[in-house]
């Protein structure tokens, strides 16, 4: 079955130290996207991709990086520049056209002491 | 600039009752409108859109929504709840612009507690 797949579903890490987040897809999607949810804030966009070897900040880009070296993958780095990284961050793709809907990861939950 | 409210931050009822999750947006444009659900530690899962034509859109799970331009809103309703409807639902805009880059904007959600 196609999906997307956030590994791993649980990440701790000490403060000041980056770490790599995990998002694969299989559904031939041209667009990506790294969510970050708070609690009682919904989502908010951090990086979009619409296509391999281009990226774009969302609205929280500050503290992340991202690539897109190929179709299937989307990384996404909390650095340490992050000021708050404990939360839950969700991967989405969709293909480009405006009405199609989001398909989501089940998330990684990442706690930073 | 474009917005989703979800007017109740939680929604508690009792199972068998009918229930109705309010959203309004703010867009100038052409949207198209989602609503998702998210169980405990798990993705988003979509429950239905609204792209065009009749406003009365049905879902899964016996979630159905009602578009109404007028009063810029997207409500979700179901007649009966379950057990299993205990989740946190997202109502989401999309402004259609041809071409570019489509924003999918979420409302702040809201948490349907399923009493028995």
């Known amino acids: 079955d196609g999906g997307i797949t956030q590994s791993p579903k649980y990440l701790f890490r000490k403060e000041g130290q980056n770490v790599t987040l995990s998002c694969e897809q299989n559904l031939n999607h041209d667009a990506m996207y790294w969510y970050r949810q708070d609690p009682g804030q919904g989502l908010r966009l951090i990086y979009y991709s619409q296509i391999v070897n281009d990226f774009q900040k969302g609205d929280i880009a500050e503290g992340y990086s991202v690539s897109r070296e190929k179709k299937e993958s989307f990384p996404l780095t909390v650095t340490s520049a992050q000021k708050n990284p404990t939360a839950f961050y969700l991967c989405?793709?969709?293909?480009?056209?405006?009405?199609?809907?989001?398909?989501f990861g089940n998330g990684t939950r990442l706690t930073v002491t | 600039a474009q917005s989703v409210t979800q007017l109740d931050s939680q929604v508690p009822v009792f199972e068998e009752a009918p229930v109705e999750l309010r959203c309004n947006y703010s867009s100038s444009v052409s949207v198209y409108l989602f609503w998702y659900v998210q169980y405990p530690n798990q993705g988003l899962q979509l429950l239905l859109k609204y792209l065009s034509g009749s406003t009365l859109v049905k879902g899964i799970n016996g979630f159905e929504a009602e578009f109404n331009k007028s009063q810029t809103s997207f409500h979700l309703r179901k007649p009966s709840v379950h057990i299993s409807d205990t989740a946190e639902y997202f109502c989401?805009?999309?402004?259609?612009?041809?071409?570019?880059?489509?924003?999918?904007?979420f409302g702040a959600g809201t948490r349907l507690a399923v009493h028995p």
């Open positions: 989401a805009v999309r402004v259609g612009v041809s071409g570019g880059y489509n924003k999918l904007i």
């Open positions: 989405a793709s969709s293909p480009r056209s405006p009405n199609s809907p989001l398909h």
